[in-house]
């Protein structure tokens, strides 16, 4: 998984079943600071779906959107598990990190 699709799902996951793409871009930009375009992010998605991490369906249609429904998204148990372990292999690289040695004083 890449880095791009890591934050998109756990954008999904914080967001809990009010996840579509117009809502994932606020949060995503919000928390990072990074902006998305909707297709990126609706190609994220699209690949979650297909490999069992996120689930969609559709909402209601609204007048405000010209009759057209959202595709809300949630994320699965597998797809926790996919998160659960990256971050496993994240803090096991972090804490292979040796840590500085104090530099000796120089008088």
């Not at 992010?41 to 996120?54: D, H, I, P, S």
């Not at 969609?56 to 372990?85: M, N, W």
Request: glycine letters at 10%.
């Amino acid at each position: 998984m890449g880095s791009f699709e890591e934050l998109v799902l756990l954008t999904v996951a914080i967001l809990k079943g009010q996840a579509y793409g117009l809502a994932i871009i606020d949060e995503l930009e919000k928390r990072t600071g990074r902006t998305a375009t909707i297709g990126a992010v609706q190609t994220a998605l699209k690949r979650m779906e297909e490999k069992g991490w996120v689930t969609s369906q559709f909402g209601e249609a609204t007048k405000e959107r010209g009759g057209k429904r959202k595709r809300y998204y949630t994320i699965t148990t597998e797809g926790h598990k996919v998160l659960s372990d990256i971050r496993q292999l994240r803090d096991s690289l972090w804490n292979a990190i040796p840590k500085p040695r104090p530099r000796p004083e120089t008088t």
